[in-house]
């Protein structure tokens, strides 16, 4: 039988008077990928900062291979028995890819041509098609997550933690990336699989554990735990799931959203209208432009041809959308969707603030927000950066909601969110649409698109199919994807 390459037993860790993780234990052997699952604000990340060191807990203990787990002071340590590529990077941007792989390095190299040398046989070992010399900040996050693994095996370490690593990848990436799972798992490496796209857990992993509420519910092979009774585990509630589709919105009103012959970074050309109560989906890979496309039209590119109008209003900057009746999610929630330090509360009514005057006002407004939108938090006096990644981003939805926009930009509006909360966000937008609001979301979700009326997908910056209700997922992924054109 393998041996463990992690186990964690009896863990407890709270926050003041929130319980993150009670008596929680997991169980990773080497050579497995092993998913961790469970409703946003159930403990994941908790653990994760238990697992790599980050945090002491509360009460229990972590083992890596039978030996306990060394000091939490000695990084280098930890860093020899476990990493974790977060979705957010953690290289620094502004260095070079081999001054990353060797930086906080106990007797490291200091020549820059041995540097450079040693990076690149590294990056060779690791088959990472990456140069030494480029900037970090220039790689994609398919290159940026493999210079990360790398550095991870090169310092010894058996274990890795992927938190929702596919969440900013495209199809093909993520079958890459699984690619390189498959084969490092080969050779022994064990992995700690975070990811709320339960098909992924079907593909990758073979063994699952399922947190719900700070605390452990279920660990089995996958094969033994089927989709349903997964998200039984997860929900506790036995009733399934009901994602919302277009079908059944009734007919749209008139002309909301007008884009004429817009070109701008990375698109060129594009041409859409969008009408009270509908919703339009764009599609496309992550070089096809339509991030770029979506960000011109809420202001915040400039466009280099062309013009965006809503009810006849230019928008060409961010205040003339907000005057306009413009309301986004945006694609980065860190730094353009929340001010962490203010509260839920304030953080929901942003878009707003200068309407709400009275305390009393903005804390109601903030529990309304809380039980329309599904989201764990103490109250809506809870500053934002307490909440777990999922539950902050249905914050940025509620702000985008609050001033009862015309026009809905929604990116990527269901990132990081568990099953159940995904689906109470897409019946929002869906009321919303029935309600009279125009929407353009722009997702890789097929959840999400499949909530649209009608999807146009990018290729290369250039809008090259549209699709009515009624698609299969195989023809919106082949045109994604550029084939059948
Ligand atoms: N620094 C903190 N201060 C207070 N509470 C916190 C802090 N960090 C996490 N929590 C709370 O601990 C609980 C577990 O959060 P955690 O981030 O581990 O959830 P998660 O399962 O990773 O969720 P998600 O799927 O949304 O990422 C949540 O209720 C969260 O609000």
Redesign the pocket.
């Known amino acids: 039988m393998p041996a463990f390459a992690v186990e964690a037993a009896g863990v407890d860790v709270r ?2 008077r ?1 319980v ?1 993780l009670a008596d929680v234990g997991i169980r990773v052997r080497e050579g497995e990928t092993h998913a961790l699952v ?1 409703r ?7 653990l994760v900062s238990v697992l790599t060191g980050m945090r002491v807990p509360d009460a229990g203990e972590v083992r890596f291979f039978g030996a306990p787990a060394p000091p939490v002071a000695d990084r280098a340590a930890w860093r020899a028995r476990v990493s974790c590529v977060y979705q957010r990077s953690t290289v620094v941007p502004d260095l070079s890819v081999a001054e990353n792989l060797f930086l906080n390095r106990q007797g490291a190299v200091v020549r820059w041509s041995r540097l450079r040398r040693r990076a690149a046989e590294l990056l060779e070992q690791y088959d990472v098609a990456v140069s030494p010399a480029a900037r970090v900040a220039d790689l994609t996050v398919e290159q940026r997550q493999l210079v990360e693994i790398a550095r991870a095996l090169s310092t010894g370490a058996r274990l890795i933690v992927l938190d929702e690593p596919t969440a900013q990848l495209d199809g093909p990436a993520i079958e890459r990336l699984f690619e390189r799972m498959r084969s490092l798992r080969a050779g022994g490496v064990a992995f700690l699989f975070i990811s ?1 796209h339960l098909q992924e857990v079907y593909e990758v992993c073979q063994t699952v554990t399922v947190y719900r509420d700070a605390r452990h519910v279920v660990t089995a092979p996958v094969a033994d735990l089927p989709e349903p009774r997964l998200i039984e585990a997860m929900t506790g509630d036995p009733g399934g799931l009901a994602v919302p589709g277009a079908s059944g919105r009734g007919a749209v009103g008139e002309e909301v959203l007008a884009v004429r012959e817009l070109s701008g970074d990375a698109f060129a050309d594009v041409s859409l209208t969008v009408r009270a109560g509908e919703v339009v989906g764009l599609a496309g890979s992550a070089s096809s432009g339509k991030h770029q496309l979506a960000e011109t039209v809420y202001g915040l590119r400039r466009a280099s041809a062309g013009t965006v109008t809503v009810r006849g209003v230019p928008v060409k900057d961010v205040p003339s959308a907000l005057r306009a009746g413009v309301g986004c999610v945006p694609r980065d929630r860190h730094h353009q969707g929340l001010v962490l330090n203010l509260s839920v509360a304030e953080n929901a009514r942003l878009s707003v603030l200068d309407r709400v005057v009275r305390r009393a006002a903005l804390h109601r407004a903030g529990q309304a927000a809380i039980t329309s939108y599904d989201i ?1 938090a103490d109250g809506p006096g809870q500053p934002v950066s ?6 902050q981003q249905k914050v940025v939805l509620a702000r985008a909601l609050a001033a009862d926009p015309a026009v809905l930009v929604l990116i990527n509006p269901t990132a ?1 969110v ?1 099953v159940k909360s995904k689906e109470s966000l897409l019946g929002v937008v869906d009321a919303r649409a029935r309600a009279g609001t125009a929407a353009v979301v722009v997702s890789d979700e097929l959840d999400d698109l499949r909530a649209c009326d009608r999807v146009l997908v990018l290729f290369h910056g250039r809008v090259v199919r549209e699709f009515g209700r009624g698609w299969s997922d195989q023809e919106l992924i082949a045109a994604v994807e550029g084939m059948g054109r």
């Open positions: 926050f003041g929130t993150a469970g946003n604000g159930a403990g994941k990340s908790t709320h764990k307490d909440l777990s990644g999922g539950n990081g568990d």
